[in-house]
């Protein structure tokens, strides 16, 4: 039905991507919907480049300009757009090096309150990108961010609040740890999504959480070499920057939708038939999302 030719032509995410209102913005969300995209995770982006909120009137402003940029995305095309509001890792790493560990954490934490209410207030449907640094850090600095990654999964646990985590890449040890702070934490695992996942969809991969597979060279095949009746709940995303100063350093917004009539090629290839394409497609671009985040 959805299945015209080989074409899938029903819903297409991208549920992870930026947007960035001095370089390419409303541009890069037409040329999304353009090539067939309908839906969007707008997540909110620190500005790395300028100044980082220092306070919680800080935060509450830059959360207000990504609610408002999704807004005006809705106003100008046909998509529909998620908002995703949390204070990045990364963020916290890099003021722990200015006003120290203790001081980062404190406004880190409350950054997460503060997306939690505005979460609760239906301004934003879920937290994100949270979670920990994705590159090397001294040892004490891992503890402490294993720490606050533990109490903000106790938050959105206590809020019921679905997670978009941006985490480090370390095979399917990832996810196991992931799994280990959700029993830990009492944060159901549907509503914990590994955000930047290889394309390993295994339950090997996964540890049975969702999670949004970067869809780059390669994905395809691996997604295919991976996929089976158990997988657990998996979407595609670009995490498009929008960043002038990095063109090409992540996918563009024609990504998913590309891929996405790739996938459809490469299963007819792999022997599925039309309705089990169809209902995978189904099953990543609506159903899954439903049961993640709503
Ligand atoms: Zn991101």
């Not at 790395?48 to 935060?59: A, I, V």
């Not at 046909?78 to 990045?88: Q, T």
């Not at 890099?94 to 001081?103: L, R, T």
Request: aromatic content about 6%.
């Amino acid at each position: 039905m959805m299945l015209v030719d080989g074409k899938w032509e029903g819903p297409i995410v991208d549920q992870h991507m930026h947007l960035d209102r001095e370089n390419r913005f409303i541009s890069a969300a037409e040329e999304f919907s353009r090539s067939g995209g309908t839906e969007i995770f707008l997540v909110h982006k620190p500005s790395f480049s300028k100044t980082l909120p220092t306070d919680l009137n800080g935060y509450r402003e830059v959360y207000r300009d990504t609610i408002k940029m999704a807004e005006i995305v809705r106003k100008k095309t046909e998509l529909k757009v998620n908002v995703v509001l949390g204070p990045h890792p990364v963020v916290w790493d890099i003021q722990a090096n200015d006003i120290g560990v203790k001081a980062s954490s404190e406004l880190h934490i409350s950054a997460v309150g503060l997306a939690l209410d505005m979460i609760e207030e239906g301004e934003a449907i879920c937290l994100g990108e949270v979670g920990r640094p994705h590159y090397s850090v001294p040892e004490d600095r891992w503890t402490e961010a294993n720490d606050l990654l533990l109490e903000i999964m106790r938050m959105a646990s206590s809020s019921n609040s679905p997670v978009q985590l941006h985490v480090e890449e370390n095979g399917n040890q990832t996810c196991r740890d992931i799994a280990t702070l959700c029993d830990r934490s009492g944060l159901s695992k549907r509503r914990t999504v590994r955000h930047f996942a290889p394309s390993d969809i295994s339950y090997q991969g996964t540890s049975g959480l969702p999670v949004t597979v970067s869809m780059g060279k390669g994905s395809i095949e691996g997604i295919c070499s991976t996929i089976s009746d158990n997988s657990s709940p998996w979407g595609m995303e670009t995490d498009f920057l929008d960043d002038p100063r990095r063109p090409g350093a992540v996918l563009g917004p024609k990504t998913i939708p590309k891929r996405t009539h790739q996938l459809c090629q490469a299963l007819t290839i792999k022997g599925w038939d039309k309705a089990e394409i169809e209902n995978c497609m189904l099953n990543v671009h609506e159903r899954w999302i439903e049961s993640t985040y709503f």
